[in-house]
Structure formats: structure tokens, C-alpha cells
């Protein structure tokens, strides 16, 4: 079981970009799937979080300019982000608790990182 994330790129400030990271394998269930981000020289910091019933959780700089979503069907989750601005420029991680066919707990996975860069 992986996470495969997509839909990084270059954009200009107030531009749009969606974020999409599918889980891949023999998958039982998800318990939630979230977006990090690593600004350069930090620590990684949640983005936003979203649980299997859809409850969703942002981070207060994103708030009202970002929308994550799933799709259970998929095993995918995505990042809308509008109005983007030079300080969202970072690593965009996608992150999910995800119970394999043959588990009995979830496991923590991550996908690899996908860059935003977004000019001024």
C-alpha cells in the first residue's frame, strides 16, 4: 500500500492549483487522509485534515482558501488552493492512516513530497 501524489507546480500569486494523492494497494479502510506542507528549514506542519465522515480541519492560514475533499471510492484526497500567495510556496505532503487487507491497525503512510512554488 502507497500514497502517489500529484498536481505541484508553478503558479503566480492569487492562482489555483489542486493537490491529488491516491492511495494504491489492497486498502480495508482509511480513518483520514491529510495535506502537510514544509516550508524550508521547518518541520512539517498540517495544512489540512479530513476524517472518513468528511469532518475537515485547517490550518488558520489556509482557512477560507483551501478545500480538501476525498473521494472514498478512489482512496483519493485533493487540495483545492485558490488565492495562493508566495508564502504558501513549500513541499506538499499528503498523509493517511490507512488499514491494509491482512491488518489489524492502521498504518501511518506518507506520500512523496510534491513542490508549490507560487511567484509574487
Known amino acids: 500500500v502507497q500514497l502517489q501524489a500529484s498536481g505541484g507546480g508553478l503558479v503566480q500569486a492569487g492562482g489555483s492549483l489542486r493537490l491529488s494523492c491516491a492511495g494504491s494497494g489492497s486498502i480495508i479502510s482509511i480513518a483520514r487522509m491529510a495535506w502537510y506542507r514544509q516550508f524550508p528549514g521547518k518541520e512539517r506542519e498540517l495544512a489540512a485534515r479530513?476524517?472518513?465522515?468528511?469532518?475537515?480541519v485547517y490550518a488558520d492560514s489556509v482557512k477560507g482558501r483551501f478545500t480538501i475533499s476525498q473521494d472514498n471510492a478512489k482512496n483519493t484526497v485533493y487540495l483545492q488552493m485558490n488565492d495562493l500567495k508566495p508564502e504558501d510556496t513549500a513541499v506538499y505532503y499528503c498523509?493517511?492512516?490507512?488499514?491494509?487487507?491482512?491488518?489489524?491497525?492502521?498504518?501511518?503512510?506518507w506520500g512523496q513530497g510534491t513542490q508549490v512554488t507560487v511567484s509574487s
Open positions: 498523509n493517511a492512516e490507512i488499514k491494509p487487507n491482512g491488518f489489524t491497525y492502521y498504518r501511518n503512510l
Open positions: 479530513i476524517n472518513a465522515v468528511g469532518g475537515t
